[in-house]
């Protein structure tokens, strides 16, 4: 199965980077990991993609790794999906409000409700 | 995340503890839940039907509804608790965010549904948090519930943002 998983610098999205990482070892899926820019992120691109690369040494795969350009990233990761024939989007996502509300953030919002693929969220 | 608020701040709020008659001519105590024993606030979330969940609260296991309990109990948050005798009806529950400002969120046990204690909830909930010196509330409702939207409204709570799967609304104390 060929999977793209969008990775934007969340804490929840370094831990589904991982979560993936280590079942694809298990079942040799397909792994593309794209990295995007997510708004409400404090930390620069570089310092996202130093620690995906990092994620990612230390699992031993060597999935390719492209970056999601333009200013709406979730559009774009449904984009991609579709025109290159990926059978599934992994997003991390799905963190709590102050209470334990679970909250998901505008991009996963886009990306379950436009795209074409089924979507796996990893919370 | 900068939310918006309403400009004008609301009126006084009524404060715990007192007794209202519910709709349904039942009398119900709302006091500081500090006031009330925590496991029979336990008994009502065990007695919570798991279809009135919100976005994954409350917890439908024991043991996380206690941790749960534990996180919204603790001594920078403000609640209340409704009871009709010894029966804990219905809680709401003010919790700090980073910003100074506070989450809200009510449960009320489908026995006691539709029968004013929500409002009367919110209500004693905002006029304690207003003796505590909170200011800012928001929370956030699904699209499709219009009973708490119109109960959350008729409260003075408006509309901050709806652009998401959920509602987002604001009040100023």
Same mark, same amino acid.
């Given at each position: 199965m060929k999977l793209l998983l969008g990775v934007g610098g969340s804490e929840?999205?370094?831990q589904a980077?991982?979560?993936t990482l280590e079942?694809?070892?298990?079942?040799?899926?397909?792994?593309?990991?794209?990295?995007?820019?997510?708004?409400?992120?404090?930390?620069?691109?570089?310092?996202v993609q130093q620690r995906i690369q990092e994620h990612i040494d230390e699992s031993g795969l060597e999935p390719p790794i492209r970056h999601v350009e333009g200013t709406s990233p979730g559009s774009e990761l449904v984009n991609i999906a579709e025109s290159e024939g990926f059978d599934r989007i992994v997003l991390g996502g799905g963190g709590r409000s102050p209470l334990g509300k679970i909250q998901l953030g505008p991009i996963v919002e886009f990306v379950l409700l436009n795209a074409q693929t089924p979507v796996t969220l990893i919370r | 995340m900068t939310r918006?608020?309403?400009?004008?701040?609301?009126? /006084?709020?009524?404060? @715990? !503890?007192?007794?209202?008659?519910?709709?349904?001519?039942?009398?119900?105590?709302?006091?500081?839940a500090d006031d009330a024993d925590t496991e029979s606030l336990v008994e009502m979330y065990l007695d919570f039907d798991p279809?009135?969940? /919100?976005?994954?609260? @409350? !917890?439908?296991?024991?043991?996380?509804?206690?941790e749960w309990l534990e996180t919204i109990l603790d001594g920078d948050c403000v609640n209340v608790v409704a009871k009709h005798d010894d029966t804990v009806a219905g809680h709401?529950?003010?919790?700090p965010d980073n910003e100074d400002e506070h989450e809200l969120?009510?449960?009320?046990?489908?026995?006691?549904?539709?029968?004013?204690i929500g409002t009367a909830l919110v209500e004693t909930l905002l006029g304690y948090g207003q003796t505590e010196g909170i200011d800012h509330v928001w929370l956030t409702v699904e699209r499709?519930?219009?009973?708490?939207?119109?109960?959350?409204?008729?409260?003075?709570f408006e509309i901050s943002s709806a652009e998401s799967f959920e509602i987002e609304m604001a009040i100023r104390l």
């Open positions: 929840l999205s370094y980077l991982t979560e079942r694809v070892s298990e079942t040799g899926d397909e792994l593309t990991v794209a990295i995007f820019e997510n708004g409400d992120i404090d930390a620069d691109l570089e310092t | 918006t608020y309403p400009d004008e701040p609301a009126e /006084a709020f009524p404060q @715990p !503890p007192r007794t209202i008659t519910d709709r349904k001519d039942r009398p119900i105590d709302v006091i500081p279809a009135d969940r /919100a976005q994954g609260i @409350p !917890p439908v296991k024991e043991e996380a509804i206690r709401a529950t003010l919790v969120a009510i449960f009320v046990l489908q026995a006691y549904q539709g029968a004013g499709w519930n219009d009973p708490a939207i119109s109960l959350y409204e008729k409260v003075g």
